[in-house]
């Protein structure tokens, strides 16, 4: 168990009167304040080439801003954000998914991510390629399997980070497909407007079926109760 852990579980303990700790007077006196630090560590996913505006806002402007306010209050906030030259790995890939994590204050942790789904499918590795993950790591054996055998890595990030990682917290932001007539896409990169222009794999259109896919497993194998707070959580957010 990582030494960080520990502290921050037996600092839990010091502050809880129910303790093993209170009880057997190690530790004794008035409430100690809890003074130990959280752990964020955010995994972002989204495909690259049409997501290049909202990926730079997010990195340069509002994650900064936010890991600043998270130090107020004793939370180290941290994130991963793979470029456009990492596809290339797609089993470093989705281990940093497993590895980015929340921690509790009970030294516990909770998978934690953020996923931005546009329009496009983004890129789709080979058969090579996730023969070649799955022989790294069998856990991801997964994704040889229909249908997810011919999903991009974009939607196997967001399978694993948010339906496969027990626990998993995170949200799922849908970009509305009308902003392609708004002004700030006609003002955009010129490489960016490209990719809705291109005939490429790449640049094929996801299709409904995926967010239909997420809809009904995120509320499958749960009870009456989970499921209707899972619908009171609003885990979907639609922007423009």
């Known amino acids: 168990e990582p030494a960080r852990a520990v502290a921050q579980r037996i600092m839990h303990d010091a502050c809880d009167h129910d303790s093993d700790l209170?009880?057997?007077?190690?530790?004794?006196?008035?409430?100690?304040?809890?003074?130990?630090?959280?752990?964020?560590?955010?995994?972002?996913?989204?495909?690259?080439?049409?997501?290049?505006?909202?990926?730079?806002?997010?990195?340069?402007?509002?994650?900064?801003?936010l890991k600043l306010v998270c130090r107020h209050r004793r939370l180290r906030l941290s994130w991963v954000m793979c470029g456009a030259d990492a596809p290339a790995d797609l089993q470093r890939n989705l281990t940093r998914v497993k590895e980015s994590c929340l921690s509790l204050p009970n030294g516990q942790t909770v998978p934690f991510s953020l996923a931005l789904l546009g329009s496009k499918l983004g890129w789709i590795p080979g058969e090579d390629?996730?023969?070649?993950a799955v022989r790294r790591d069998n856990s991801f054996a997964w994704i040889l399997e229909a249908?997810?055998?011919?999903?991009?890595l974009n939607q196997l990030e967001i399978c694993q980070a948010q339906i496969r990682e027990k626990d998993g917290k995170g949200f799922i932001f849908l970009r509305d497909p009308s902003f392609v007539?708004?002004?700030?896409?006609?003002?955009s990169a010129l490489q960016v407007q490209e990719i809705f222009r291109e005939d490429s794999l790449e640049a094929k259109d996801l299709d409904e079926d995926f967010k239909i896919f997420l809809?009904?497993?995120?509320?499958?194998?749960?009870?009456?109760?989970?499921?209707?707070?899972?619908?009171?959580?609003?885990r979907f957010f639609e922007y423009q």
């Open 215 to 234: 809809s009904n497993r995120m509320s499958q194998g749960v009870s009456q109760e989970c499921s209707r707070k899972k619908k009171e959580e609003k």
């Open 181 to 187: 007539n708004s002004e700030a896409f006609l003002h």
């Open 22 to 65: 209170r009880r057997g007077g190690l530790v004794i006196g008035g409430p100690l304040a809890p003074t130990f630090w959280q752990e964020a560590c955010v995994f972002i996913t989204s495909t690259i080439a049409d997501m290049q505006p909202e990926r730079d806002m997010l990195s340069h402007f509002v994650l900064p801003a």
């Open 147 to 152: 249908p997810f055998r011919n999903w991009s």
């Open 129 to 132: 390629v996730r023969v070649e």
